[in-house]
């Protein structure tokens, strides 16, 4: 009897313990796949299947259905205006390539910064023509690329201004008109300058965006994280308050070695010259900063407060102000520059002439037109005054023109 009741006790204990087991499987198995979904949706939020008016939608922001007059005449504008800078810039370009007296890295980098304003108005031209009812119709890739073309022409020109302000503190804190930098360093630095630019431009599409993290997305641009350009936006607020720093302290120090310079003929020519060049380069950065302070503000607001902040009520003019600026900076170098305004009527005039004695070779009349040797005269007075003024920089080196 008594063994009889032991087995039955042996009996129940084990199938407790059956019990108990088949319990802490299930247990652990649901923690496990609760723990699995809760990984799954911690590490991989991201739904890559949305398309940008998805992103658009979500944000609240508006996407136009079809063209309006108003559109029609806003993007006419747009694309002139575009062209302008595109031509003006390339002008700038051609003449301190061919302008000899422009061969130092103070005009090398105001080049590149041309060529950052070229840039620009490409990257105008491409948001021109997919914006409006054709931002629906973009890929987010295509998207993409339409603001990193901006992204890379802004970071461009930055980065030159900053690389002209700490040349010029170089050159001015020794009283120097240009700097002793080699080709070869500046050429180098020019390469980083478009490097670094074409990376931060990178960067949206690559890893810092909204697609992981719907909450984050910009109002203005609605792929874009807000965290990011709050970022850029600092970066870039930093970085012109570093320029006018330093402008500000070369300016003081300028004016203080003025007054405490002698009369000397050539001394005082040196110092102005200075003084001139010290002017447009400063116009050129008061312009960039009035011109993109607004936009990169309504940045750094939407960036902390999303849709609070409104922004895109004032998103295209902020936009408008910031292409105007491309178009700013050959007008400076042709009212502060008379080198620069000679070398650019030159070429057009060498321009103009070659278009006219093709035209002219056209007509059958005018076959014996002397024109050619005109044409030929432009071209040679070209050269000479090459030669001329590659003379005058050996023999004085500080016979700069007022910049």
């Not at 504008?77 to 370009?93: E, H, K, Q, R, W």
């Not at 080049?111 to 914006?131: R, V």
């Not at 447009?280 to 999303?306: E, N, Y």
């Amino acid at each position: 009897m008594s063994t009889e009741t032991g087995a039955q006790r042996l009996r129940v204990s084990s199938d407790n313990c059956q019990l108990w087991v088949h319990v802490g499987i299930v247990w652990m198995e649901g923690t496990l796949t609760g723990a699995m979904a809760m990984e799954s949706s911690v590490w991989s939020p991201c739904d890559y299947s949305h398309n940008v008016t998805f992103f658009y939608n979500w944000v609240g922001k508006k996407i136009s259905v079809a063209w309006t007059t108003q559109d029609s005449v806003v993007i006419g504008l747009g694309l002139t205006v575009c062209l302008i800078v595109v031509l003006a810039n390339l002008l700038v370009m051609v003449a301190i390539s061919m302008n000899h007296r422009f061969h130092f890295p103070i005009y090398y980098l105001l080049g590149n910064m041309a060529a950052a304003d070229l840039f620009a108005g490409i990257a105008y031209t491409n948001l021109m023509l997919h914006t409006g009812p054709w931002t629906s119709t973009l890929s987010k890739k295509q998207w993409y690329i339409r603001g990193a073309l901006i992204d890379i022409s802004l970071t461009a020109s930055v980065a030159n201004l900053l690389a002209v302000a700490v040349e010029r503190h170089q050159t001015i804190i020794t009283m120097q008109l240009h700097s002793k930098m080699r080709k070869r360093r500046v050429v180098l630095l020019m390469v980083c300058i478009w490097a670094v630019s074409i990376i931060m431009g990178l960067v949206p599409s690559t890893f810092w965006n909204c697609e992981c993290d719907l909450d984050d997305c910009s109002t203005v641009a609605p792929l874009y994280s807000r965290r990011f350009l709050i970022f850029w936006a600092v970066l870039n607020l930093l970085t012109f308050f570093i320029m006018v720093a330093v402008y500000t302290r070369i300016f003081v120090y300028v004016r203080y070695q003025t007054s405490h310079a002698s009369h000397h003929t050539m001394d005082m020519q040196h110092r102005q010259t200075v003084v001139n060049l010290m002017k447009t380069i400063s116009m050129v950065l008061g312009a960039f900063v009035i011109c993109w302070m607004p936009g990169l503000v309504t940045l750094l607001l939407d960036g902390l407060l999303g849709k609070a902040s409104h922004a895109n009520a004032y998103e295209k003019f902020c936009l408008a102000i910031a292409e105007c600026n491309s178009l700013v900076n050959p007008v400076i170098y042709s009212l502060r520059d008379d080198e620069m305004r000679r070398t650019f009527k030159w070429i057009l005039c060498c321009l103009c002439r070659r278009g006219a004695d093709q035209q002219r070779e056209l007509s059958p009349v005018e076959v014996n037109s002397p024109l050619p040797e005109e044409t030929l005269g432009c071209v040679q007075k070209l050269e000479d005054h090459a030669v001329c003024t590659e003379t005058n920089h050996k023999e004085d080196s500080w016979t700069m023109p007022g910049v």
